[in-house]
């Protein structure tokens, strides 16, 4: 009898992890399927594309009576979106070899609602909890520096687009503490999620693309070896290794571009001068809100050996020359218009704008994104210590 029972376990046990071994054999093998409505379309096209630096449609399905499939294999999870036709946008979401739901309105598949995909969630899951507690802080500190800087600008003793020095202190302490939340949040997040591409992703979104190294390689080094060699881990890898070669203490890499009037500038024409390379573009507001810093930091200091390269990230020529003029940014300005697909951009790194690096007289660089007091201290030091 006792053998019986015994033979009967294991038999349960055998059939249990077969069941599982089978339903993810079969995950694998049969693939996704997208099952989709649409609210007042009787009748049209959607697309499956993949999403990034180059969207490429991979699918297409028709609707009918509002709804639609799609049914394909991926070999890992990657973000797709699906969009209507004629639209530039859709609903982004990571398509994994799942049976997922998507249900939205047309015009307006950007607020679908995606169901079924376990990875989409847990990515999704840190904008819902997370970073929402964040942005709480946030918004109103964005708000309360904006109204500080109303101010001090009624203040004839305060240069322009700057603050007092006590509302700077004030200021810088609570953008310290909001940095703080952001990174305890964010590690907890990876921490707990460090089997899942979403960390991978949350890492890039939030200290890759707003570059803090640093965090961004000790959090890639918490996830598990397969998310680290997944498509979006190797991301992160790849831009920590550019990081390393664009870091404070290593030798600038050499470029060139052509400026306003399509003569080539060079980075080594500055050899021997204090430079800040600044990425910036006419449609950036924080870009064109820190231009007067620089404006002060130009005029007190080029005298003394300190120049500024203006690196832009526009695509229209008119835009960028206007903003030159209304921003009086007396010195060199270089951009190949290409937006975010700049030479120079890419090869600094840059995801986004403003972005600086202060070059020594030898080519190296001595410090990054140094802006607002912080600009100014920075140069006082080298200039008139």
């Known amino acids: 009898m006792k053998k019986m029972i015994l033979k009967s376990s294991l038999l349960v046990l055998v059939i249990l992890l077969t069941s599982c071994k089978d339903k993810q054999e079969n995950?694998?093998?049969?693939?996704?399927?997208?099952?989709?409505?649409?609210?007042?379309?009787?009748?049209?096209?959607?697309?499956?594309e993949t999403s990034g630096e180059d969207n490429q449609v991979i699918d297409s399905a028709v609707v009918t009576q509002g709804e639609f499939?799609?049914?394909?294999?991926?070999?890992?999870?990657?973000?797709?979106?699906?969009?209507?036709?004629?639209?530039?946008?859709g609903t982004t979401f990571i398509l994994d070899n799942d049976v997922i739901n998507i249900q939205g309105k047309k015009d307006s598949l950007f607020y679908a609602k995606v169901r079924g995909t376990k990875q989409d969630s847990i990515y999704k899951s840190y904008y819902k909890n997370e970073f929402s507690k964040i942005?709480?802080?946030?918004?109103?500190?964005?708000?309360?520096?904006?109204?500080?800087?109303?101010?001090?600008?009624?203040n004839i003793h305060i240069e322009k687009g700057r603050l007092s020095k006590k509302h700077q202190v004030f200021?810088?302490?609570?953008?310290?503490?909001l940095d703080s939340l952001s990174i305890k949040l964010t590690s907890e997040y990876v921490s707990k999620h460090?089997?899942?591409?979403?960390?991978?992703?949350?890492?890039?979104?939030?200290?890759?693309?707003?570059?803090?190294?640093?965090?961004?390689?000790?959090?890639?080094?918490?996830?598990?070896?397969?998310?680290?060699?997944?498509?979006?881990?190797?991301?992160?890898k790849a831009s920590l290794d550019l990081f390393e070669k664009i870091s404070v203490g290593a030798q600038a890499p050499e470029f060139s571009q052509t400026d306003t009037n399509g003569e080539i500038v060079k980075l080594s024409d500055y050899k021997g001068k204090y430079v800040l390379i600044d990425f910036w573009a006419s449609w950036c507001g924080p870009c064109r809100k820190e231009n007067p810093n620089?404006?002060?930091?130009?005029k007190k200091y080029h005298a003394k050996g300190f120049d500024v390269l203006g690196i832009s990230l526009d695509d229209k020529k008119d835009r960028w020359l206007k903003a030159i003029k209304n921003d009086?940014?007396?010195?060199?300005?270089?951009?190949?218009?290409?937006?975010?697909?700049?030479?120079?951009?890419?090869?600094?790194?840059?995801?986004?704008?403003?972005?600086?690096y202060l070059i020594d007289p030898d080519g190296k660089i001595v410090a990054k994104n140094l802006r607002e007091e912080e600009l100014q201290s920075r140069l006082a030091e080298i200039f008139e210590n």
């Open 27 to 48: 995950k694998e093998t049969l693939g996704y399927t997208i099952n989709g409505r649409i609210e007042n379309m009787k009748e049209g096209m959607v697309y499956l």
């Open 69 to 89: 499939l799609l049914q394909g294999k991926i070999q890992e999870p990657l973000m797709y979106s699906i969009k209507e036709k004629g639209k530039s946008y």
């Open 135 to 154: 942005q709480k802080i946030a918004f109103p500190l964005y708000q309360l520096s904006d109204s500080l800087h109303k101010i001090d600008a009624l």
């Open 171 to 177: 200021m810088d302490e609570k953008w310290r503490q």
């Open 194 to 236: 460090a089997d899942a591409i979403g960390a991978a992703l949350v890492i890039d979104d939030r200290f890759i693309k707003y570059p803090n190294p640093e965090m961004a390689k000790e959090l890639y080094s918490a996830l598990t070896p397969k998310v680290q060699n997944s498509f979006y881990g190797k991301k992160v």
């Open 294 to 298: 620089v404006v002060l930091a130009y």
């Open 328 to 356: 009086n940014l007396t010195w060199s300005h270089v951009s190949d218009l290409k937006g975010w697909e700049n030479v120079v951009a890419k090869l600094y790194g840059v995801k986004v704008v403003p972005t600086n």
